[in-house]
């Protein structure tokens, strides 16, 4: 469940970024309060690690911009040589925008072992995930066969396929 943001308190990100896709999960108190998962194209596939770590940073950054301008945030990566990118001495083009980039927040990169890199690995590894279908539990199969006989579950249900918007009230 993600947590609403206190703007009064720090964030921190945690991301990751895969051969395939790069995840994070901004996190407030140690409870989460957004989380993104992307697909890499094709040209960014072909990046060294490296640059895809610092990429999925910065994307983060500008993603959740709107949280973060005005706080200090802890950054947390599984890739070492992020801790010291301030202090390369040669920079791509690419990387030099980077750098203005990372200049606009506070931050504060921290390395995490990659052992301890759960959440945001899942994000960006999702398409090594299996998914098993277990069959429809006895819940389920009750549920949706109560939606046909519930007056109110068709009406909406009607109106959903007709076009017509609803409010709820409780």
Do not use: C
Not at 23 to 29: A, C, E, F, K, P
């Amino acid at each position: 469940m993600l947590k609403l943001p206190d703007f009064d308190k720090d964030f921190e990100i945690h991301f990751d970024a895969s051969n395939f896709a790069i995840g994070g999960v901004l996190v407030q108190d140690g409870r989460p309060v957004a989380f993104e998962s992307k697909k890499l194209n094709e040209t960014k596939q072909r990046w060294p690690t490296h640059e895809k770590e610092m990429w999925a940073m910065i994307h983060r950054l500008k993603t959740w911009g709107h949280y973060i301008s005005s706080k200090k945030v802890v950054v947390w990566t599984d890739n070492m040589t992020l801790k010291y990118f301030a202090t390369q001495p040669k920079l791509s083009s690419k990387q030099v925008r980077w750098q203005d980039t990372l200049a606009l927040f506070n931050v504060d990169i921290w390395h995490k072992p990659e052992k301890e890199n759960v959440v945001h690995d899942a994000l960006s590894r999702k398409h090594q995930l299996k998914v098993v279908y277990v069959g429809e539990t006895k819940f389920q199969k009750e549920f949706r066969l109560g939606n046909h006989r519930d007056e109110f579950a068709k009406e909406r249900k009607q109106n959903i396929q007709k076009g017509i918007k609803s409010h709820f009230h409780l």
